[in-house]
């Protein structure tokens, strides 16, 4: 039996269904959501989307005749659905990402079941970036309405082609966390967003559109190096406090449980899970590997910094912590990975962490 969550990967059930109202597309801000150890943190760094905003009237009828190329294939792509022709859909789909045969198939039965079970309430948001549009709509199922996005890609001729399963587009993996996070609009009626005035208090600019089409997508950050002697003076103290300190606690016998309480509580977890079957070899790589590093730069996206590294043999490394109100800060993601890892790292960003200037590249001038 398939579900709404082969579709989806996870599914968030809505609470909240406040009006919008009918606009063409307009630059938004949506915050950084960042996923760590022990939940989402809403960042302050900012992500830069042509978001479009739709009136809500209850029970969604199409776009009308007044669509425009994207929103036309959305209302052709619901009549296909509706219609369970697979044929239909497989000529609807993305020429190129949208024909692999195995996922195609998949997620075509999940589409049909879905949609001939379920109905679209509404479809509140859509949003532009690159070579993508994504609509975000509301599908009532029983007694419970879930989002959902409908994602198209730009073709080389100009057509929008339908994603019938998940893209791995990065402004998009973005965008989906925010969106069905506790500060996204799928959860709340007032989403999370940075006022258009403080993206001038930015010195870093990431662009994240994987194509050169417009409109392009960017991730907005404050950066420095460290040690730093400016507006980070202080942040930048408090790192090289804490790494200090947790290269104290690795000099001692029974290092593991002083130097846990550095970390968060599930990355803490983990690390005593490993080091009682790990030997004595793996367990001096680990330390070494810790007392190597040092930083060279810093991303304040409180209270999510991010610390970029070099140990002794110039191997750059990430590390991400959070700003607590204590002297020192919490380590956290030590070892899980995230959507946020293909931004700081992999990608332009890392790449930049090897300039002579650092990320010199992406500074806004």
């Not at 599914?11 to 938004?28: D, Q, T």
């Not at 016998?253 to 130097?259: K, L, T």
């Not at 790449?351 to 992406?362: E, I, K, N």
Request: charged share 20%; proline share 5%.
């Amino acid at each position: 039996m398939f579900s709404l969550r082969s579709i989806l990967g996870s599914v968030v059930v809505l609470f909240f269904a406040g009006p919008a109202f009918c606009a063409s597309g307009h630059v938004s801000y949506p915050s950084l959501v960042f996923g760590s150890d022990d939940g989402p943190i809403r960042t302050s760094a900012c992500l830069q989307v042509l978001e479009r905003n739709y009136s809500e009237t209850g029970i969604w009828q199409g776009f009308g005749a007044s669509a425009d190329a994207p929103e036309k294939a959305m209302d052709a792509l619901i009549v296909v659905l509706k219609r369970g022709d697979r044929d239909a859909l497989h000529d609807l789909s993305d020429s190129v990402l949208g024909r692999d045969q195995s996922q195609f198939d998949d997620q075509a039965k999940a589409w049909f079941i879905e949609i001939e079970k379920g109905q679209i309430t509404t479809i509140p948001k859509g949003y532009e970036f690159g070579d993508f549009v994504v609509f975000f709509a509301r599908l009532r199922l029983g007694d419970k309405t879930f989002a959902t996005p409908f994602i198209f890609h730009r073709e080389t001729n100009g057509a929008f082609g339908f994603l019938p399963y998940r893209t791995n587009d990065l402004t998009f993996q973005l965008l989906l966390e925010w969106y069905d996070s506790q500060w996204g609009p799928s959860k709340t009626a007032e989403p999370s967003y940075c006022p258009a005035a403080a993206i001038a208090r930015f010195n870093f600019r990431l662009p994240l559109s994987t194509s050169a089409a417009s409109p392009t997508s960017y991730l907005y950050l404050k950066g420095a190096p460290v040690p730093n002697q400016g507006q980070f003076e202080e942040l930048a103290a408090r790192i090289a406090t804490t790494l200090q300190d947790m290269k104290k606690e690795l000099t001692g016998d029974s290092w593991i449980n002083s130097f846990r309480a550095h970390m968060a509580a599930k990355g803490s977890q983990r690390l005593k899970d490993w080091y009682a079957t790990a030997d004595q070899r793996d367990k001096d790589e680990y330390k070494q590997f810790i007392t190597d590093q040092e930083p060279f730069f810093l991303f304040d996206a409180s209270p999510l910094v991010v610390v970029y590294t070099r140990t002794l043999s110039h191997r750059i490394q990430v590390m991400y912590f959070e700003a607590s109100t204590g002297k020192n800060l919490v380590w956290i993601n030590s070892s899980l990975a995230t959507v946020s890892d293909n931004v700081f790292k992999s990608g332009p960003l890392f790449r930049g962490a090897s300039l002579d200037t650092p990320f010199s590249d992406l500074e806004i001038k």
